[in-house]
């Protein structure tokens, strides 16, 4: 068993949702979340748009202007067979990817453990 942490962007948490349900993958949670990436600024592109006095309203603008800011994101975790690791992750970058810096990250864990808080079981159908 597995678990699949994804950090992405606000906008995209419905869409991620209904791909994941559209799937059969319809159980996992989701959670506000605070970060940012380890991008560098381009100091020349900064110095043209400081002279300008313009930040472009798109991607290319967030990236410029958030140096140091925490973005808010959102972060899914869920829980899966190994065999369907490789189908969550196919279908998490295809729902989020636009080619552009803050798209988000995908991390897997392995899962030693799982148990239903209910009936107290032991087993791998718990998740």
């Not at 319809?26 to 970060?35: D, E, I, N």
């Not at 748009?49 to 808010?72: F, K």
């Amino acid at each position: 068993m597995k678990e699949v942490m994804a950090i992405i962007r606000m906008n995209m948490v419905n869409p991620t949702k209904t791909a994941l349900a559209g799937a059969g993958f319809p159980a996992f949670s989701c959670r506000k979340c605070l970060g940012r990436g380890k991008k560098s600024v381009d100091m020349a592109v900064v110095q043209s748009l400081l002279e300008t006095g313009e930040t472009p309203m798109n991607p290319v603008g967030e990236h410029l202007t958030e140096s140091h800011r925490l973005i808010a994101k959102r972060l899914f975790t869920i829980m899966v067979d190994d065999g369907q690791v490789g189908e969550v992750v196919r279908i998490i970058i295809e729902t989020n990817q636009t080619g552009n810096p803050g798209d988000g990250k995908i991390f897997i864990l392995p899962i030693m453990e799982a148990y239903t808080v209910r009936t107290g079981e032991s087993t791998k159908d718990a998740y």
